[in-house]
């Protein structure tokens, strides 16, 4: 399948990226804690050195719990704090503002070294599409946030939200753009949803997503739909058809149907908490 991301707003992206990231201390990455690694571009590296780091493994409620810890001391080991997240519910937000502090204690030692007090650590929100950036955004500043307008040395028009007294949040997050080279990378995004379903064969991607599952979580398909798992994926999505009772006209089964109402399970986390990628 080709998935497409146009070099026009990929060059538009990286430009605001570039622009903002001048004026912040700490840059806070979402991925999707399904696909650490599918949700990542890891040229934020490079356009982020020298700021502090902090990954948020965000729908932490639809991965698997043990994954979400291995890939958190996998970030860790590479120098980044993290923060396990369910951001639609809140889950976890109330460890997002202590860790961002301690992320930023050298900056804040560094300050207080030099007799500058109250300058705030400014932070912006940075992943690509559909990792839940709006959502934290919003968990995160609540109700009681309030917008601090323009500030002299700051890019006309940018606005900051004040989280407390020590952090403040640009409200509009950074937009990276997903890494295709790789078509696995494609797929993964896909399969959770981050990319419109239009442009997609269902088919072709419900027949991978069986092969990922029976290979990652053996037995799990088998619980769910009641079918013999195996290595011919086919056949895996022949009998969810008849099972779920997939037929259209003519008493055919419908493997559109059955790849539509698959997928839709795996995304709402009805066939369980699960991982598809390994540190
Ligand atoms: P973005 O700014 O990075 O593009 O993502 P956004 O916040 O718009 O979130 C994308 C989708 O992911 C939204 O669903 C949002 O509700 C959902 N989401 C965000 N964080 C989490 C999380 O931690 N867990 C779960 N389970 N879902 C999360 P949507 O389909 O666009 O809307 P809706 O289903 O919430 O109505």
């Known amino acids: 399948m080709n998935y497409q991301w146009y070099p026009g707003h990929m060059t538009k992206a990286k430009r605001m990226m570039q622009e903002n990231i001048k004026l912040i201390d700490l840059i806070i990455e979402v991925v999707d804690a399904r696909i650490p690694l599918s949700s990542r571009n890891p040229d934020i590296d490079e356009l982020g050195k020298n700021k502090a780091r902090l990954i948020l493994l965000n729908k932490a409620d639809l991965a698997d719990e043990r994954e979400n810890e291995k890939w958190a001391a996998y970030f860790q080991e590479k120098g980044y704090y993290t923060v396990k997240l369910n951001a639609k519910s809140g889950a976890g937000i109330k460890n997002v503002l202590p860790v961002v502090m301690e992320a930023c204690k050298e900056k804040l030692e560094r300050d207080r070294k030099r007799g500058i007090k109250n300058r705030p650590i400014r932070a912006m929100v940075v992943g690509i599409p559909n990792v839940g950036k709006s959502t934290f955004i919003n968990a995160f500043a609540g109700k ?4 601090t307008g323009n500030k002299p040395g700051v890019t006309k028009g940018k606005q900051w939200i004040r989280i407390n007294k020590n952090v403040e949040l640009l409200d509009t997050p950074g937009i990276l753009w997903p890494k295709f080279e790789d078509q696995s990378v494609g797929a993964k995004l896909a399969m959770v949803g981050s990319i419109k379903d239009e442009i997609l064969n269902l088919e072709e991607l419900s027949l991978e997503l069986l092969g990922c599952l029976h290979e990652f979580y053996a037995g799990i398909l088998e619980k769910r739909y009641e079918i013999t798992e195996s290595e011919d994926r086919v056949s895996m999505l022949t009998q969810i058809a008849e ?19 698959f997928l839709e399970e795996f995304r709402n986390g009805k066939i369980g908490r699960i991982t598809l990628e390994r540190p």
């Open 144 to 147: 009681a946030c309030t917008k």
């Open 243 to 261: 099972n779920r009772k997939c037929i259209q006209k003519g008493n055919e089964l419908d493997y559109g149907k059955a790849a539509n109402l």
